[in-house]
């Protein structure tokens, strides 16, 4: 009576319609595209089907191992890529707003203790630049690159510490290499030399 019970319960009906309508219309859809995914591997299917056992399952092995690492790659660049973005979103807001210099070193001491070495040196990168136009009363030019901003403070004793501070920011930000706490204090050295310039 229990078998029966079992057998008579509507995923073991075999006279059940298929599902129609949008659910079928997924399924189809979704066949496509793992067809259309394996499509590239059937000639690498064809070509170690006369393989041995263990060097099959080797290829295959290395094969599942490309592709996660494939894929592993993909969500650390899309995950870097959002970071990103909203540091950059962080760091525009400074720019378009009025901000002292003052306020951009707070800015980046609050960012240190958060551990966003990167985005703390750039915020003390503006506001070098900003004290050392006050200083010599010149504006900010805001379409000059971090290379330009360095010839122009070239002949000036402030060149040394501003090549600290723009090559860390084109390693870290634009490399992206990895910013650490000891790269933060290198800047911080480099910001507290211009300001005792000042």
């Known amino acids: 009576q229990v078998a029966e019970e079992v057998v008579s319960r509507s995923y073991y009906r075999l006279d059940v319609d298929p599902p129609s309508g949008a659910v079928a219309s997924i399924l189809q859809a979704t066949g496509e595209f793992l067809q259309w995914c394996l499509k590239p591997f059937e000639g690498v299917f064809d070509w170690i089907e006369g393989l041995p ?3 099959r399952n080797l290829l295959v092995i290395v094969l599942l191992l490309v592709v996660i690492a494939l894929l592993v790659h993909i969500v650390y660049s899309i995950v870097s890529a959002a970071k990103r973005k909203k540091m950059k979103v962080q760091l525009d807001d400074a720019h ?10 707070r800015n980046a001491m609050d960012c240190s203790s958060a551990g966003e070495w990167v985005l703390a040196i750039r915020y003390l990168y503006r506001a ?3 004290r050392i136009c006050k200083k ?13 901003q360095l010839m122009r403070l070239r002949n000036t004793p402030f060149f040394e510490p501003i090549r600290i501070l723009g090559n860390m ?5 634009y490399g992206e290499q990895a ?17 005792d310039l000042l």
């Open 128 to 130: 070098a630049i900003i």
């Open 179 to 195: 910013c650490t706490g000891a790269d933060f204090e290198v800047c911080h050295r480099a910001h507290q030399q211009i300001r």
């Open 136 to 148: 010599e009363e010149n504006r900010i030019g805001s379409g000059m690159t971090n290379r330009e």
């Open 53 to 55: 056992a263990a060097v």
């Open 96 to 105: 378009t707003q009025e901000h002292s210099a003052s306020e951009l070193e």
């Open 169 to 173: 920011v084109e390693q870290k930000w």
